[in-house]
């Protein structure tokens, strides 16, 4: 590491000590990947600091712009880069979203690529608004912490050495800086600090998502690994949630151009049959009926394939109404872990954020990071 870098992560983290009310910060930190594959990024600050990618100084503007070159990024002032680090004595606005902590900028194939470094407590005050509500019942809340401070602890294993460890997208957690920060979210970050949960030792793959539908899914099931902690639990407690009733109409001709941009041939598609349900009561496989032969698809790669947000479960029916597709399910997301909105009636119901945890992920045990 740099001189001129360190000086900048010393620099930032003596300003976050004294700007922060909440607890001491933990040394643990994290890169999220902000920004992926864009032309240009805006940036926005008082008094930042910036660095290329030898540590010399780079002498920034209050509003500027990073923007894509042939292998290199280049800055407002038209000098090529390979990697642009800065950071701020309160926060940097990126395409006007507020964060703390250090900004790296790298080039890459599809463009700018904009990595947030940050203390992991840090990151995840943030993080509780994108993904529940602070407001919720407290007890949903501290469980959200620990279930995201873990996924964030194992990612960064698993990923050691790339230029990030987590996307703040639904490929990983959503995080979209300190904007929407509150004091409830830091509490039950603080109230929980450093928690993970563990099996047999090791922090888990503690995945989660909005609601289940009535059961939560093995992971088997989803990704074909059989985690003693991921089998499946079943969860009547998010059922009068908004988001665990869907249907959506989709026409034939849509569900064929969907399936063959993501690879799959079905020329003249007629029709969809559903095919078995497993345990949980979701689809193991799709068939897609057509003149010149069937199309048998699992329900997870079909649910990837039309996309997440259209086919927000694999719990679903199909009924054909001219050339028309409905189809009609329950829950939202994989299913596998914790179901947030089950959480936030649990804790509703005077379950503290450990008794969540234990229901939810079978085995595991809430942990302090050494």
């Known amino acids: ?18 700007t922060l009310s909440t607890a001491a910060i933990r040394p643990e930190s994290v890169r999220v990947a902000i920004i992926k594959g864009v032309n240009e990024v805006a940036v926005d600050g008082d008094g930042l600091l910036a660095a290329d990618e030898k540590g010399n100084p780079v002498t ?22 390979k990697r642009l680090t800065l950071s701020a004595p309160t926060r940097v606005r990126i395409n006007g979203k507020s964060y703390r902590g250090i900004i790296d900028f790298y080039p890459s194939d599809k463009g700018v690529l904009v990595v947030n470094e940050l203390p992991i407590e840090e990151y995840l005050v943030g993080l509780i608004n994108c993904e529940i509500s602070s407001l919720w019942p407290v007890e949903a809340v501290k469980a959200q912490a ?32 300190i904007d929407i920060e509150d004091s409830r979210a830091a509490r039950a970050v603080q109230e929980t600090s450093g928690e993970v949960l563990t099996y047999a ?7 989660y998502h909005s609601s289940c539908g009535g059961h939560t899914e093995a992971a088997q099931n989803v990704w074909g690994a059989d985690l003693p902690y991921l ?14 009733k869907w249907e959506t109409t989709l026409s034939m001709q849509k ?55 259209i086919i927000k479960s ?12 409905i189809f009609s399910g329950l829950g939202n997301g994989h299913g596998v872990g914790l179901c947030q909105w089950g959480s936030k ?23 302090k990071l050494k």
């Open 255 to 309: 569900v064929e151009s969907l399936l063959k941009a993501a690879g799959y041939r079905i020329p003249d598609a007629g029709s969809i049959r559903t095919g078995e349900i497993n345990r949980s009561g979701r689809l193991q496989d799709v068939t897609i009926k057509a003149a010149k032969g069937d199309l048998l698809i699992s329900g997870v790669n079909f649910r990837k394939s039309i996309g997440y947000s």
């Open 314 to 325: 694999t719990n679903f029916t199909v009924k054909m109404r001219g050339d028309d597709v």
């Open 60 to 81: 920034l503007s209050s509003s500027s712009s990073v923007r894509k070159g042939s292998s290199t990024i280049i800055y407002a002032d038209g000098r090529a880069l």
């Open 146 to 177: 620990v279930i995201a401070r873990s996924y964030a602890v194992y990612q960064k294993d698993a990923r050691r050495g790339a230029l990030y460890h987590l996307e703040s997208s639904v490929m990983d957690q959503v995080y979209d800086g």
């Open 201 to 207: 030792g090791a922090v888990i793959q503690a995945f």
């Open 231 to 244: 089998r499946g639990v079943d969860c009547k407690y998010c059922l009068s949630a908004p988001s665990t």
């Open 345 to 367: 009636q649990r804790a509703g119901d005077g379950f503290n954020y450990r008794e969540i945890l234990s229901y939810y992920y079978p085995g595991a045990g809430v942990e």
């Open 1 to 18: 590491m740099s001189i001129s870098r360190i000086i900048l992560s010393i620099f930032t983290a003596l300003l976050l000590l004294s």
